[in-house]
């Protein structure tokens, strides 16, 4: 316990010092963030402790918690009326078209089974809410886009992006290990379980809502509720798992969107003590994925590896210029949605190493190129969306008349 209270000690406080550093050099701090963890690592200096970094997957969820209700209180009714049709299609269609696509790609590039392959496809499928969501976040306070609800549709399609890219992915693991997959089952069950995380998440909101009401809560009881009542409903969700699907961190996003949507000062009280609590949360997550990146494997598959998530990342820009159709949204604008949806890094974290530790043939080669795509993507798309956001969108003066309220 010692041991893991001074890696929480030395990463807060590296961490910290690396803000400082990177702000005034206009570098994303999430990037030093990784060379913090990939020095502590195993595979440099080793310093971190192991049980802690055994809990990886377990902080991961919870900054994913922390993100997605902070997500929701950034979501206005009107915003989401707007942009219905094409958060919905952004929320499956690049996913899809992008797996699929490296299923081909990885079979020929890297000699690996097509089973394998969809394994590989649908972990790389996934979008990372770590980098999307506080950088559309920061859109929306800037009034950037939201004329034409650029950000929520981001925001809206990403929360379901890793549903459908999970859950794909396990039916591609459950037909490699002989398990009892209905493949027709579980696609039906993507609609399904979005339906009930949202129906779930509303539930929960309006008792909490009754709550904050009924008694006198002070902010930061506020706070602790919503993230304890978070971490809840995406549990629950994951219980039901196998018996009825539930995107509980759908849900987790409904919260935040119901409390704006029924009491807004609470949620511009809340959104403000969230954006500090993810301070800590986004230092802890990527230093822990860059623990985890294992270099010497990576190199040797370097070249490949980038070939495959590159040829995906094509056919997910493609998606995403078929979801925005008929939207209004301009080339440049388009343009801007493709290259928020590069970043790779939270799911690719957690279950890269899931097919290495079923016995898959190819797991180590699989959890390779999803670290190369964590390496990769995360740094462009980040600096792109900062650099292409002041370029490519239309700032929007007026952010009430957009039906849209600030965040900060």
Same mark, same amino acid.
């Given at each position: ?34 060379? =913090?963890?990939? $020095?502590? #690592?195993?595979?440099?200096?080793? =310093? ?20 997605? =209700?902070?997500?929701?209180? @950034? ?19 690049? &996913?899809?078209? /992008? ?11 890297? #000699?690996? &089974? ?17 980098? $999307? ?23 809206? @399609?990403?929360?379901?992006? *890793?549903?459908?890219?999970?859950? +794909? ?16 089952? *579980? ?11 949202? $129906?779930? #998440? ?58 704006? *949507? ?9 959104? %403000? ?8 949360? /986004?230092? !802890? ?8 990146? %294992?270099?010497? =494997? ?10 495959? !998530?590159? @040829? ?50 190819? @797991?180590?080669? +699989? ?15 980040? +600096? ?11 700032? *929007?003066? %007026? ?10």
């Amino acid at each position: 316990m010692d041991n893991i209270i001074l890696s929480v000690g030395i990463i807060i406080l590296l961490g910290i010092l690396c803000i400082k550093l990177l702000d005034k050099l206009k570098v994303p701090s999430f990037l030093g963030f990784l060379v =913090i963890g990939v $020095l502590l #690592g195993p595979y440099a200096f080793d =310093i971190l402790d192991q049980a802690f970094m055994g809990l990886t997957q377990e902080l991961s969820t919870l900054a994913i918690v922390i993100l997605l =209700i902070r997500a929701g209180l @950034g979501l206005s009714r009107d915003a989401m009326r707007k942009v219905g049709r094409p958060a919905v299609e952004m929320s499956f269609v690049p &996913s899809v078209l /992008e797996g699929v696509s490296v299923i081909f790609i990885g079979h020929y590039l890297l #000699g690996i &089974s097509f089973i394998e392959a969809g394994m590989l496809g649908f972990i790389l499928a996934a979008v990372s809410p770590a980098i $999307l969501v506080p950088r559309m976040l920061d859109l929306i306070h800037k009034g950037l886009g939201v004329a034409k609800g650029i950000p929520t549709v981001l925001l809206a @399609g990403s929360a379901a992006d *890793d549903v459908v890219a999970i859950t +794909i992915f396990s039916a591609f693991l459950g037909i490699y290990t002989g398990g009892n997959v209905n493949i027709a089952w *579980d696609l039906m069950g993507i609609p399904i379980s979005l339906i009930l995380g949202i $129906l779930l #998440g509303f539930v929960t909101g309006i008792v909490l809502l009754f709550a904050f009401k009924k008694w006198d809560f002070t902010d930061v009881e506020k706070l602790l509720v919503t993230l304890a009542t978070g971490i809840l409903l995406n549990s629950f969700g994951e219980m039901l798992q196998g018996i009825v699907p539930v995107a509980g961190l759908v849900g987790v996003m409904v919260i935040g969107f119901l409390i704006l *949507d029924r009491s807004p000062k609470v949620a511009h009280s809340l959104s %403000n003590k969230y954006s500090k609590l993810w301070m800590l949360a /986004e230092i !802890i997550v990527f230093v822990l994925l860059g623990a985890q990146l %294992n270099l010497p =494997i990576m190199v040797s598959v370097i070249g490949l590896g980038i070939l495959v !998530i590159t @040829g995906g990342l094509l056919f997910r820009f493609l998606g995403v210029y078929i979801s925005l159709a008929g939207t209004g949204m301009n080339n440049k604008e388009k343009l801007f949605c493709m290259v928020s949806y590069i970043p790779k890094a939270n799911v690719q974290a957690t279950i890269g190493a899931v097919p290495l530790a079923a016995g898959v043939a190819s @797991g180590e080669l +699989i959890l390779a190129v999803s670290a190369i795509s964590i390496i990769y993507t995360a740094p462009i798309g980040a +600096i792109l969306i900062k650099f292409l956001s002041e370029k490519l969108l239309t700032k *929007d003066e %007026n952010l009430k008349d957009s039906g849209i309220m600030t965040v900060h």
